[in-house]
Nanobody
């Protein structure tokens, strides 16, 4: 099983980035997927999740209206489109896979985790 996240980098406040997460080794379309992030010196926090059907989503209040999660089950790929980025969005972003459809804000619901990609928002 592998979750390969990419797309992070340095961006100015107000800018945009698109993260991708390519999955392999499991039936991607049968799993709910989530993005979490961990800022330096802080605990990991939930960002957003999407259920296996690709329709139902959950967003953290801090990113709602600025981030959009999507998935392409044919390509086994999860995306996170981030816009209007703020310095407080700086973190390592992780994608994760869950067999469940509930409590997707909880990290312990996820069985597979990617290695993370660093997003730095700074002028």
């Amino acid at each position: 099983v592998q979750l390969q996240a990419s797309g992070g980098g340095l961006v100015q406040p107000g800018g945009s980035l698109r993260l991708s997460c390519v999955a392999s080794g499991f039936t991607f379309s049968s799993y709910s997927m989530g993005w979490f992030r961990q800022a330096p010196g802080k605990e990991r926090e939930f960002v957003v999740a999407i259920r296996w059907g690709g329709i139902d989503t959950d967003y953290a209040d801090s990113v709602r209206g600025r981030f959009i999660i999507s998935r392409d089950n044919a390509k086994n790929t999860l995306y996170l489109q981030m816009s209007s980025l703020k310095p407080e969005d700086t973190a390592v972003y992780y994608c994760a896979a869950s067999r469940n459809n509930r409590r997707l804000w909880a990290g312990d619901e996820y069985v597979y985790w990617g290695q993370g990609t660093l997003v730095t928002v700074s002028s």
